[in-house]
C-alpha cells in the first residue's frame, strides 16, 4: 500500500496577541506549526499546533480546555519569587515573573480562561524536575512537590506526568488534542544542560526579578 504523501504546509496561522515573539516553525515530521518556547516563557494557542521545549530540573505543564482544545506549555526553573505577591507583579515583566512556579501556572491558565476556556474543563499533564545537577540541592524534586501542590490548592487534577529521574526530556505537546510526546535525551546531553542551568539560576540570583533571563 501507498504511503499517503506529505500534508501541504499552510500558511502560518496568528498567534493569539502577546505571543507574537515566541518562535514558531513547520515541523515535518508531526506536519504542524511548533512554538519553542524558553525558561521563563509560556505559550498558549487556538490552533492546530505544537509546543516543544527541552527540561532538565525545569517543569512543563501543559494545560488545555479539553473541550474546546484552547491550551499551552509553560517551562519555569524556580518554585516561587521570594518577593510578595504585590511587589513581584508590580515589578515583574511577563517573561522575568513567568521564571518562577506560581507566576508561570498563573499567567497560563488565566490566559485559556480569558481566551475562552473553562476552569473545569482543563486538563493537565506535567514534566520535568530531573535530577542532573549534580552536587547542588535537587531543584527538580522541588519543583515537583510545587506543583503538585499548587494544582491541588487549585482543585485541579494531573491527568498524567513523567517526572523525576535522572534525565533530561524534550517534550512536544498538542493542545488541540491533548497528545504529548516525550523523549528521554541521553546521559550525553546532561553535561550541557545541567551548565546551562546552573548558570540560568545565577542569572537568577543576579538579577532582579524585573529582568528578563533567557537560557537557550
Not at 10 to 36: D, I, Q, S
Not at 40 to 55: A, F
Not at 176 to 181: D, K, P, S
Request: hydrophobic share 40%; charged share 25%; net charge positive.
Amino acid at each position: 500500500m501507498a504511503l499517503a504523501p506529505p500534508r501541504k504546509q499552510p500558511p502560518m496561522p496568528l498567534a493569539l496577541p502577546g505571543f507574537e515573539h515566541v518562535k514558531r516553525g513547520w515541523n515535518a515530521t508531526h506536519e504542524c506549526y511548533a512554538a519553542r518556547i524558553l525558561p521563563g516563557e509560556y505559550y498558549v494557542t487556538k490552533n492546530d499546533e505544537s509546543v516543544y521545549t527541552t527540561l532538565g530540573s525545569c517543569i512543563s505543564a501543559c494545560i488545555r480546555d479539553r473541550v474546546l482544545g484552547i491550551g499551552g506549555m509553560n517551562h519555569f526553573m524556580l518554585p516561587a519569587t521570594e518577593l510578595s505577591e504585590a511587589d513581584a507583579w508590580k515589578a515583574a515583566s511577563l517573561s522575568a515573573a513567568t521564571r518562577y512556579g506560581n507566576y508561570a501556572m498563573e499567567h497560563l491558565i488565566n490566559e485559556i480562561l480569558r481566551n475562552g476556556g473553562k476552569r473545569q474543563n482543563l486538563e493537565v499533564k506535567v514534566f520535568g524536575g530531573g535530577r542532573i545537577l549534580e552536587n547542588m540541592t535537587d531543584v527538580g524534586q522541588r519543583n515537583i512537590a510545587f506543583v503538585r501542590d499548587y494544582l491541588r490548592t487549585e482543585g485541579l487534577q494531573v491527568a498524567s506526568e513523567d517526572v523525576g529521574e535522572i534525565f533530561p526530556r524534550m517534550v512536544v505537546y498538542f493542545p488541540a488534542t491533548g497528545r504529548v510526546r516525550v523523549k528521554r535525551l541521553r546521559s550525553l546531553h546532561n553535561n550541557t544542560i545541567a551548565s546551562q542551568e546552573k548558570s540560568y539560576i545565577e542569572s537568577i540570583k543576579e538579577k532582579p526579578v524585573s529582568g528578563d533571563v533567557e537560557l537557550f
